[in-house]
């Protein structure tokens, strides 16, 4: 509030706080409220423009303008609604069983609806081997997985040829990979040469034996994890291996009342492979997946935000802190990801937000720090929120 004189009634005054300059109404104008104080005009910043940010007054005594009609909401397109309306079905079954984790759970059906594969950093017993068999239940695809181990070889994924005594001949014997969501358990307890066996599987969809192509069935997702690097046992993923993954997801301890819901829902000692037969519905299936996987990819993506896209991984293989940046293959990512996510959010266009929401999950793991960076202790988020803070952000 703004105190005057009685004696500036009619007269044009200017706010201390803001310079908004008004004109103080006349004594009989006042009735009915304290003559003594006037409100002053808003500042700048409180006059909302027709896109969302502030913008001044367009009066130039100072006097308040209205601000131009926001736009009618556009409703989404048929095939966004569709996506959203999956999407929000297959989260309503999964919490039925699942309980937190929101960035595990949206992460991976990110990825999914992307064509990606996803990888999991996280202690054991945190529940992914139940939240796969959940979505697998949910998703009405088959569910596969592999444990690693060090003794572990590339034939015991893929498959082998197995010599018939019968008709003495050799038939391929299709291996764990065979199927449609694909759970590698502690993937990185296995050398080199057993994940090199995944690289074709998660690039080309196929698996090649004695000069022998074999198809996977689409779609395919691959959710594999690694216990953290300091565990006994345990191997550094390749770069090339760790660039086949379109997201790394680091899965923390849950919170303390999600994990009281967890020590609750186990009290009843019920049969969880029952429970999830009864309770959980099959709200999809392997067509519908891939249907709703292409209209994702129809989701507009403005220029302007692939510019963006373009600027954030370059920034990377200039930063001081890292060794080595992402690649070519970590934009794509970020476009697919961001269109996946704004269909998940109801619209048929992508916003920077969508691209910043997932910029970590899709760079974490396509950086490399320097020697320096290690040994000061640096963590690779850190580095990366500081880099993006850098890059200027779009208006669309």
């Known amino acids: 509030m703004l105190s005057v004189t009685e004696g500036s009634a009619g007269a044009s005054v200017k706010c201390p706080q803001c310079n908004g300059v008004m004109r103080v109404p006349l004594r009989d104008q006042l009735a009915g409220r304290s003559p003594a104080a006037v409100s002053p005009p808003p500042p700048p910043s409180a006059v909302p423009s027709a896109s969302g940010l502030s913008s001044p007054p367009a009066g130039g005594d100072g006097t308040e303008v209205a601000a131009p009609p926001r736009a009618a909401a556009v409703a989404p397109s048929p095939s966004v609604a569709r996506t959203k309306d999956l999407y929000d079905r297959i989260i309503q079954q999964v919490r039925q069983i699942y309980v937190g984790q929101d960035e595990l759970v949206e992460g991976t059906l990110v990825a999914l609806f992307s064509g990606g594969h996803v990888l999991i950093e996280s202690v054991p017993g945190l529940g992914k081997t139940l939240f796969v068999r959940t979505l697998g239940q949910v998703l009405g695809c088959k569910f596969g997985r592999i444990q690693f181990t060090a003794d572990l070889m590339p034939s015991d994924l893929t498959g082998a040829p197995i010599y018939n005594m019968k008709t003495q001949e050799f038939e391929f014997r299709a291996g764990p990979v065979f199927t449609q969501l694909l759970l590698a358990d502690e993937i990185n307890r296995s050398p080199a040469k057993t994940h090199a066996a995944l690289l074709e599987i998660m690039q080309e969809y196929r698996v090649t034996v004695d000069r022998v192509r074999h198809k996977i069935e689409r779609p395919f997702l691959v959710m594999a994890t690694q216990n953290p690097i300091e565990s006994e046992g345990t191997y ?19 919170s303390e009342r999600e994990e009281a819901d967890v020590l609750k829902m186990h009290r009843a000692q019920i049969d969880l492979e029952r429970h999830l037969e009864s309770n959980v519905k099959t709200v999809t299936g392997p067509q519908e997946i891939l249907e709703v996987t292409r209209l994702c990819g129809e989701v507009h993506i403005d220029d302007r935000l692939l510019d963006y896209i373009n600027s954030l991984v370059r920034q990377t293989r200039g930063w001081t802190a890292f060794h080595m940046g992402a690649s070519p293959r970590a934009g794509i990512a970020l476009m697919q990801g961001a269109r996946t996510l704004a269909a998940f959010r109801g619209r048929d266009y992508a916003v920077p937000d969508d691209v910043v929401e997932i910029a970590l999950p899709a760079l974490r793991h396509r950086v490399m720090l320097t020697a320096e960076s290690e040994v000061e202790g640096h963590h690779v988020d850190d580095l990366l929120r500081e880099m993006m803070r850098t890059v200027e952000v779009p208006r669309l």
């Open 236 to 254: 550094n993923l390749p770069e090339a291996q760790l660039d086949r993954f379109m997201f790394k997801i680091v899965a923390e301890y849950p």
